[in-house]
């Protein structure tokens, strides 16, 4: 208990006369919150990211595609193969035949609001009149569903936000290709929303894909019936095909994406948490010489070692706290829900994502923080405990 | 320079602080050696792009194929010194895991109008005489450790042979390159794709040509995109630089985060260094008025302070970026996700200018401060 007494009271006295050491405190500070906010703020998009392509696909869901594509922009299916795909075992019937959209996926250059002299590939697709009931994620936010058998499309919401030409009324111009803006749709936050939809045969014309296709999308009777719908069709000569649940074909998609930037921000804040350590060292360091004659004091009074040790290690402690709230609190400020789009590199087309601060990375951040605080405060911890009591008094 | 060992002994005064403060501007200027790094692989090499290259692309999309008789039209017009065209071929070795761009070409064009792909003499020959042959960069080579004479399978993606899955080819050269330009490219000939291939006949991707006089750029693009306006595929040209910075500003502003980021290391430490001189300085104010008061001119110890500053900053961050620039060379940490992996000379530059204002300015106020001390206020002082 004396111990305990002991220890508190020096911790208290610590803390109340750190406001006497503001800018050299400021230092470690400082030091600390830049090192989360950079670490918070580039997982984030990761993070972002990641939650993008994962809301995209559902398990209920195959994605047919030709084998050997790896993306729905290399693969190709003929008509007659989309025949054949829909009448396989597994797919959901609903009141209109089977549900499943034989779809195009293409690119078209639009130029970003933010870039509005450089093209960015939005990605186009083609639906059925199943695409939307298969998908039922989706609805509309705002005007109304594309007519079948015109050129009139609807667009993602992210994709509404991030391009030009893009709201309920306008039109985009493409070559020789005129596309009416008529509704915005949501679909949980997933790659849809940066996506335009039209009629698949309109954009066959426009594309010059005669009639072909690059991918089915279907609605399984069951999460189950998955390997029923698979195996029929591999097996089926007529066809020579590759079937994913959509949920892994999107979460694959974004695995060397999230990778590298999730790297680079474990790099950096890594490198940078060193050198703030450095900081924080010094600033501990600065700490404990100028108070070495009140430290010395204490121990003659007959303060024990260990009370001064955790003294020190409590200081570096808060600082560390306070750094890592400062860099929590201004990276959610400054970048949660932050709108922007990058490309995917696998299919060379855009997909809109918000940064996400999420509760998990500010409490890694907060840690991350208090572990530089507490290594920061080791070394000068045990200098201080080491202090020889009458040297540091003749210092007077 | 007699007061070398003056500012020696200072900057050593206190050994755990100086190692310390060393240390993190050494950590400071590493990382910013890095972040340029990365920020120059996201800008995709577009500092060396070619301004005398322009690039056809079709109007509606790059996916979109133009057609082969484009080229003649193309070489044909006044101002065009050669015009070739490519195609993206995006097949897979082994796995998608294994990503690395291969493109058809035609050999003696591409050779002639990228100059900066260096292929020694007898492996072009061979390139020419082999319809399956294929070049790739240093880089790719040691990657997967090819070897001239090598058999490499890709498999098909958008482009399908005749009869199954694969398209096999042999290596034929290894074309090397200054740094920063990508060496991880894989090119393999034309005529073997579209003879071979199922359907797409005479479709190419896109046209690069050269032109005789880059100021024409501008109205030569405009002329081909006329040429062709109206046609079933109507065309987009711009200057490869244009083009190759359109690309890199579809992937985001990577450059404006590693500037922020490093806006960030650099401030942090600079406040690190500007505390420890300034209690550097704060301890020795006895000292510096002793100095005084033997005839020192404020001016000498103002440039004392700033030596002491200057020397700290310029060790710890000239090795920081020394050791960068190091790590650099090892390549790519990512095994292909970075394929323009080099430290630009630029920055280095700019890493030096930024370390000599780091110093003037974490040492500008004890040094000022110092300065104008007065000897009868720091000696009563003391």
Redesign the interface.
């Known amino acids: 208990m004396r111990w305990l007494r002991q220890t508190t009271a020096v911790i208290a006295l610590n803390l109340r006369t750190v406001p006497a050491r503001l800018?050299?405190s400021?230092?470690a500070i400082?030091?600390i919150a830049?090192?989360v906010?950079?670490f918070v703020s580039?997982l984030s998009i990761a993070a972002g990211f990641g939650a993008a392509m994962q809301s995209s696909g559902s398990p209920g869901r195959a994605l047919v595609m030709r084998?050997?594509?790896?993306?729905e922009?290399?693969s190709g299916l003929a008509g007659d193969d989309i025949d054949v795909i829909k009448q396989a075992p597994g797919i959901r019937r609903g009141n209109s035949g089977p549900m499943a959209s034989a779809e195009l996926y293409?690119?078209?250059?639009v130029p970003?609001r933010s870039?509005p002299d450089?093209?960015?590939?939005v990605p186009m697709r083609g639906i059925e009149p199943a695409g939307v009931p298969v998908r039922d994620e989706v609805s509309m936010v705002e005007g109304r569903m594309f007519r079948f058998g015109t050129t009139e499309v609807i667009v993602g919401r992210a994709a509404s936000g991030q391009f030009m030409n893009m709201r309920v009324g306008d039109e985009i111009v493409?070559?020789?290709?005129r596309w009416q803006v008529v509704g915005v749709f949501e679909a949980d936050g997933g790659v849809a929303e940066t996506e335009i939809w039209t009629d698949v045969r309109t954009l066959q014309g426009?594309?010059?894909r005669g009639n072909t296709y690059q991918s089915v999308l279907v609605q399984l009777d069951s999460a189950d019936s998955f390997d029923t719908f698979r195996d029929s069709l591999t097996s089926n000569p007529q066809v020579n095909v590759a079937i994913r649940r959509e949920s892994e074909y999107y979460a694959a998609q974004s695995v060397?994406m999230t990778r590298?930037i999730r790297?680079?921000g474990f790099?950096?804040a890594a490198?940078?948490g060193?050198?703030?350590v450095?900081?924080a060292?010094?600033?501990m360091?600065?700490a404990v010489a100028t108070r070495a004659r009140e430290i010395a004091t204490l121990r003659a009074l007959g303060f024990n070692t260990t009370a001064v040790l955790v003294s020190v290690l409590a200081e570096s402690l808060a600082l560390g706290a306070i750094g890592g709230a400062i860099g929590g609190i201004a990276a959610y400020l400054g970048f949660h829900g932050y709108q922007?789009?990058?490309?995917n590199?696998q299919t060379?087309s855009?997909v809109a994502f918000a940064f996400q601060v999420t509760p998990e990375l500010l409490a890694m951040g907060l840690f991350y923080a208090l572990a530089m605080g507490l290594i920061g405060g080791l070394l000068p911890a045990i200098r201080a405990a080491r202090l020889p009591i009458s040297s540091a008094l003749r210092e007077l | 320079m007699k007061f070398l060992p003056l500012i020696w002994k200072n900057v050593w005064r206190r050994k755990f602080r100086t190692t310390f403060t060393l240390l993190s501007i050494f950590v400071a200027f590493l990382l910013f050696g890095l972040l340029m790094t990365i920020r120059a692989a996201f800008s995709l090499g577009v500092e060396i792009a070619g301004l005398d290259r322009l690039i056809l692309i079709h109007k509606v999309s790059l996916i979109m194929p133009l057609p082969y008789s484009y080229l003649g039209r193309l070489q044909t017009t006044p101002g065009v010194e050669l015009a070739t065209h490519q195609t993206w071929f995006n097949g897979i070795y082994q796995e998608p895991a294994n990503f690395f761009a291969n493109i058809a070409v035609e050999p003696e064009k591409f050779l002639k109008i990228y100059p900066e792909f260096r292929v020694p003499p007898d492996q072009v020959n061979a390139w020419l005489a082999d319809r399956q042959g294929a070049i790739v960069g240093r880089d790719l080579a040691q990657r997967f450790g090819w070897k001239v004479g090598d058999r490499i399978p890709l498999i098909g993606t958008i482009w399908q042979p005749k009869q199954g899955q694969v398209w096999d080819f042999n290596l034929r050269g290894i074309y090397d390159a200054d740094e920063g330009i990508d060496k991880t490219q894989f090119f393999f000939r034309y005529d073997y794709l579209d003879e071979n291939r199922a359907e797409g006949e005479g479709l190419v991707g896109w046209y690069v040509v050269k032109i005789a006089d880059p100021s024409q750029a501008v109205a030569l693009s405009r002329t081909f995109d006329e040429m062709f306006a109206n046609s079933s595929a109507e065309t987009k040209t711009t200057t490869e630089k244009g083009f190759i910075e359109g690309f890199a500003k579809q992937i985001g502003d990577i450059g404006a985060i590693m500037i922020a980021i490093s806006s960030v290391v650099l401030f942090m430490f600079g406040l690190v260094a500007a505390s420890t001189m300034a209690q550097s300085v704060r301890e020795r104010t006895s000292e510096l008025a002793v100095l005084k008061t033997l005839g020192f001119s404020g001016a000498t110890i103002l440039a004392l302070v700033l030596a002491e500053s200057l020397a700290i900053v310029i060790v710890g961050g000239g090795l920081g970026l020394a050791v960068a620039w190091l790590f650099v060379q090892q390549g790519d940490p990512t095994g292909g996700l970075l394929p323009i992996f080099s430290l630009p000379p630029r920055d280095v530059v700019l890493g030096v200018a930024l370390m000599l204002a780091m110093g003037l300015l974490a040492g500008a106020a004890p040094a000022l401060g110092a300065m104008r001390l007065r000897i009868t206020d720091a000696l009563r002082r003391a």
């Open positions: 800018s050299s400021a230092v400082i030091g830049g090192v906010v950079v580039v084998s050997g594509a790896d993306t922009m290399t293409v690119i078209i250059d970003k870039t450089a093209a960015a590939n493409s070559g020789q290709n426009a594309y010059r060397a590298l790297g680079i790099g950096i490198l940078m060193i050198g703030a450095f900081g060292i010094l600033t360091y600065t922007t789009s990058t490309m590199f060379f855009q």
